[in-house]
């Protein structure tokens, strides 16, 4: 099974990578934003710890991941917005048994992050100033050590997330052409 999580700057990428290479993509944030739709208790929650721009538990993403990865009847994906943090990251190689073959982070300021959420046309309900400011405190405090401990051990790709989406999009392109021709030079 082929996992290669994207931190960050993925909504515009992901779906433009997965089809052409073979891979699901599977985004965190539709998955939790799905399940709370769904009027579950966990829905619930997840609205919740959304709204004051918190992190869900651990093992109710990563199940909800797992249940999505099953669904899909693929082995290769590509997990955008996930992990968030190290129990993440824990739990989700406990539970799934793998680690990733690499991160793609999209490096990008915290001033375009929030110019880009403002404008975005989902005008999702959690896309305001305050959950933004919340949500960059969080990712200071959770994301970056998950992306140093990847990046300690060679998986961090890391692109120019603040370029055009067609640069950005050569760059990504470039990381998977040079992931399959490090696969073809193996055999």
Known sequence: MNIYPVLFGK??????IAPNCGYTHLSAGDILRAERESGSENGTMIQSMMNEGKLVPSEIIVK???RAMQESGNDKFLIDGFPRNEENRAEFESVIGIEPEFVIFFDCSEEEMIKRMLSRKQSREDDNVDTMKKRLEVYRQSSLPVIEYYNSRGMVRKIDGEKSIEVVSEAVHAVFTSLIDDVETAY
Do not use: E, F, N
């Open 11 to 16: 909504g515009t990428q992901c779906p433009k």
């Open 64 to 66: 909800l991941i797992q």
